[in-house]
């Protein structure tokens, strides 16, 4: 029997947004506690063509993510966990990507002046404490949003969707999101395993 979830239109979406993934840009969230935070910046890894993110979760529990609307999207961002801060980011930079976390030091630049077509990975802190000690002595490289208002600080999840969306702004200048970063063979196989997902909502 068919499955009715996986029509034609479907498989051809899952096709479409498959191809515009970018696996080379990719978010770290480090002990991020609320689970809303965290499912709504699973939701704008989706949006904006994240293919995957790494979780590094060693003081908070890694929380529990509802099969809501926003919560549905962890489905189609793949996540990766990790324990040990030093060897989570020299696994990052043996990929060739230039890693970045959100702060205010001295030497912190505005987002905008981050090249995001070369393959990076975002280091979100926790709420409340930022980047762990174990991450930032890693991660000397900060970057901010500019704000003019009275309070000078966003929410982690809103933070996670500007600074992924500058990034989807350079790469789409660059072409990047109208050419596909996978072989036709890993296109392949990722996409069985996304119909295998995609047969229910």
């Not at 979760?57 to 990790?82: C, D, I, M």
């Not at 000690?133 to 000397?140: E, L």
Request: aromatic letters at 8%; glycine letters at 6%; one cysteine or more.
């Amino acid at each position: 029997m068919p499955d009715r979830y996986l029509t034609d239109a479907r498989k051809a979406r899952l096709r479409n947004v498959l191809e515009k993934r970018q696996p080379d840009l990719t978010l770290v969230l480090n002990n991020i506690h609320d689970p809303h935070n965290v499912s709504a910046i699973l939701r704008s890894c989706d949006a904006f063509g994240v293919f995957g993110v790494h979780l590094y979760y060693t003081k908070e529990s890694f929380p529990a993510l509802a099969n809501s609307s926003s919560g549905s999207a962890k489905k189609w961002v793949e996540q990766t966990r990790h324990r040990d801060a030093e060897a989570m980011i020299a696994s990052l930079r043996g990929q060739g990507m230039q890693i970045v976390g959100t702060g205010f030091g001295a030497s912190a630049r505005p987002v905008m002046d981050v090249d995001f077509t070369r393959p990076t990975a975002v280091v979100l802190g926790n709420e409340h404490r930022g980047m762990d000690p174990d991450v930032r002595r890693h991660v000397p490289d900060e970057i901010y949003i500019p704000m003019f208002g009275m309070v000078q600080s966003l929410n982690v999840s809103v933070a996670a969707a500007a600074i992924l969306y500058e990034a989807m702004r350079q790469r789409r200048a660059a072409g990047m999101y109208d050419r596909s970063a996978w072989s036709a063979g890993e296109r392949e196989t990722l996409y069985a395993d996304w119909c295998k997902r995609g047969k229910a909502y």
